[in-house]
């Protein structure tokens, strides 16, 4: 049985005006894709196409972000690096006397320990003989001193011993995300957030790109560690009653299409670059991927659509990147990828062209196999 060439044009024929769409890809084109913005139907598209571009990045980078915590944080206030006798604490007081008898010394008796007091809501203490006395805000040196002169006028030779323990008004509570969480006194009024971290063991080591939070009543502040530690700044000095956790960072980005992995990716520090970004997915495959085709998807809420540049003209854009050009690779490493957007690379229409000609092989294979 004989196959004539006039029917093997016709495959090749039905072949070429089917195009790509019989060849089986993992990926769109790049023109499939932005088909939509491209093609003239009557409704306007429902996403805006915008080039990644040196004269571009200003403009994106003035747009409103998408996914990032707005949290606030507290600058550093150095301060003496003093203890404080705060309300809550407790006091313990040891009275020494060299007379052989006083008020507070039985005959022979060198010294009485007071049972312990702790500082009142309002900062005071009350104690036998000179009754009440303020000591909140003094140091503990300045409190013995204040407390032993009120003694002298009791019994001349007096003299007083101080120990402070803090209380929960002068501890910090470091509550998770660390090596030895648990509840810790302030050792000084400049204690920071970074030494409490290292006296709680630093962060778990399991944990991508640390954040740091602090609940200061009822306002949370929040900070990345990477952010913590280079800028000494932002090494905020804690008050009583603050609350400290770390958690890992949970922002992601998608990668799918022709690249070199189709994965939920997370961040592993505050700010990625889309070239950053492939480099995290394995780059775009380079028997399939078209180069000039990478684009990044990302969805704006309804209020950063603006009419005057000053945010996207649409809620979802599709961000192009040409990394074949020198413009193209070095905007890419400045254009900041954020938390759920879409890495897709796009299929290289070489290839599909290479899939036809395959087809269009196999079959001329096929029916010089039928002729003979």
Known sequence: MKISLAWIALVVAGLVMAGCSIVPRGAGLQSEVLAAAEGEAAAPADFAVEAVTRAALPVFAAWPSVGEPHLHWIERVRQPANRIIAPGDTLAITIWNTEDSGLLTAPGQRFVTMPEVRVSPSGTIFLPYIGTQRVEGMSPERAREVIEERYIDVTPSAQVQLLMAEGRASTVSLVSGVGVPGSYPLPNTDYTILALLADGGGALSTFTNPQVRLQRGSQIYGVSLDRLLDNPGLNT???????????????????????????????????????????????????????????????????????????????????????????????????????????????????AAQSIFGLIGSAFGIANQVSN
Not at 333 to 350: K, N
Request: glycine share 10%; aromatic share 6%.
């Open 237 to 351: 000095t804690l008050r009583g009653g603050d609350r400290v956790f770390v958690e890992e960072d949970d922002r992601a980005f998608l990668s799918l299409g022709a690249a070199g992995s189709e994965a939920i990716h997370p961040f592993p520090k505050d700010r990625l670059s889309a070239l950053e970004a492939l480099s995290i997915v394995g780059g775009v495959t380079d028997s399939r991927a078209d180069p000039q085709g990478v684009l990044i998807l990302r969805h704006y809420p309804r209020s950063a659509v603006r009419a005057d540049r000053s945010g996207p003209s649409r809620q979802r854009v599709v961000f192009t990147i040409d990394l074949t050009s020198a413009d193209g690779l070095f905007s890419a490493g400045q254009f900041r990828v954020r938390p759920g957007d879409l890495v897709y690379a796009t299929e290289s229409p070489v290839t």
